[in-house]
C-alpha cells in the first residue's frame, strides 16, 4: 500500500476514534442530554437547521449513514421541519458528490463498467433509462455517496440524477419520519 494512502486511512481512524471517544465522554458525563441539545438547537436561532443541512451535506462526504441525519432531524426539529431538512440535506447529500466527482473527473474516451453483472445490469438501464435507474438504486440504497461518485462518471444528466433522486428520496425521508415518529 501506497504511503500517502496509509497516512489517510491512520488520520480518518483517529478523528473516527476521536470522534466516538468525545461523544462516549459528553454521554458518560451527563453533558449530551435531550434537554442539553434542545436549549442549543434553541440559542441557534433559524440558522440551526441550515447548519444542520450543512453537517449532514458534509457527512456525505465523508461516507456517514444519511439515515443517521433523517432520524436526527425528525428528533430535533419534529415532524415537518425534520422533514424539510432530512428531504433538502438528503438530497443535497447525494448531489453535491455527484456534482463534485463530475468537476473533477478526467475525460475518459469509454466509462468504466462495473465487474459484478447485476451490477453492471443496472448501469447498462443508465443509457436506456436513467431517470427509472437512478430512482430504483435510490430506493434501494437511499443516501450512498460511492453510487453517486459512480454515477459521475457516467454518461447520466445532471437533470435525469436530480429528478431521479428527488422523486425517490421522498417516500424514504417520508416513512423514516412515521417510523421515528412511532418510537417517540
Request: net charge positive; glycine share 10%.
Amino acid at each position: 500500500m501506497p504511503r500517502s494512502r496509509l497516512a489517510w486511512r491512520l488520520l480518518i481512524g483517529i478523528l473516527v476514534a476521536a470522534s466516538v471517544a468525545g461523544g462516549l465522554y459528553l454521554w458518560r458525563t451527563g453533558n449530551m442530554t435531550p434537554a442539553a441539545v434542545q436549549a442549543w438547537l434553541e440559542s441557534l436561532g433559524p440558522a440551526a437547521p441550515l447548519i444542520f443541512v450543512a453537517a449532514f451535506v458534509a457527512g456525505a462526504f465523508l461516507g456517514m449513514p444519511g439515515m443517521m441525519f433523517v432520524v436526527g432531524g425528525r428528533l430535533a426539529f419534529g415532524p415537518y421541519v425534520g422533514f424539510l431538512v432530512g428531504y433538502g440535506g438528503g438530497l443535497l447529500a447525494v448531489l453535491a458528490p455527484f456534482v463534485m466527482a463530475r468537476l473533477l473527473r478526467r475525460a475518459v474516451s469509454e466509462p468504466k463498467r462495473p465487474r459484478n453483472r447485476w451490477v453492471a445490469r443496472a448501469f447498462d438501464q443508465i443509457e436506456h433509462r436513467p431517470f427509472r435507474a437512478v430512482l430504483v438504486m435510490r430506493l434501494v440504497v437511499w443516501f450512498n455517496a460511492p453510487l453517486s461518485y459512480a454515477l459521475a462518471i457516467t454518461e447520466i444528466r445532471l437533470r435525469d440524477y436530480a429528478a431521479g433522486c428527488a422523486v425517490a428520496l421522498a417516500p424514504v425521508v417520508a416513512l423514516a419520519m412515521i417510523a421515528t415518529g412511532w418510537f417517540m
